[in-house]
Every structure is written in C-alpha cells, then in structure tokens.
C-alpha cells in the first residue's frame, strides 16, 4: 500500500469512528400505554436486538403492552 493510500485511509477510519460516535440511540414511548422502547438495548423478549433502529423495526409491529401500532409512538428523552 502506498504512504498516500496509508493516509487516507487513516483518514477514512477516524471520520467512520467519530459519525459512530456521534450517533446517538433513540428512546421511544407509546402513547398508549407508556411502554418504552431503547434502542440500545432493544427488546429481546420481543425479538429486537439491542442496538435495533427504530426505522428497521417493520411497520407491521405492534406494542408489546397494549397492541398500539409505530404511529402511536413518539420519541421521548429520558
């Protein structure tokens, strides 16, 4: 590998490790019930692993509590 390649990417690992970083977890509550989803830790009783997005959770999934769909969600900071 040359020294300029080298550079870059060093260059490219610490811009991937900082956009990483700064990508914070979301929390989101129902409505409803007020049953709370983290997304860091995600909810594996109800097969989403800890890390899982909110946007990659299928539309079709419902709340664990009450039965109340994505669209009675909000996002919440805790």
Do not use: Q
Request: glycine residues 10%; negative net charge; aromatic residues 12%.
């Amino acid at each position: 590998m040359s020294h300029g390649r080298v550079a870059n990417y060093a260059l490219f690992s610490r811009l991937r490790i900082n956009l990483v970083s700064e990508t914070k977890y979301k929390t989101y509550m129902c409505i409803i019930c007020g049953w709370v989803y983290e997304e860091e830790k995600g909810a594996p009783g109800e097969g989403l692993a800890p890390g899982t997005r909110w946007e990659d959770i299928p539309e079709f999934w419902v709340c664990p509590d009450c039965g109340a769909g994505k669209e009675d969600f909000d996002m919440v900071e805790l």
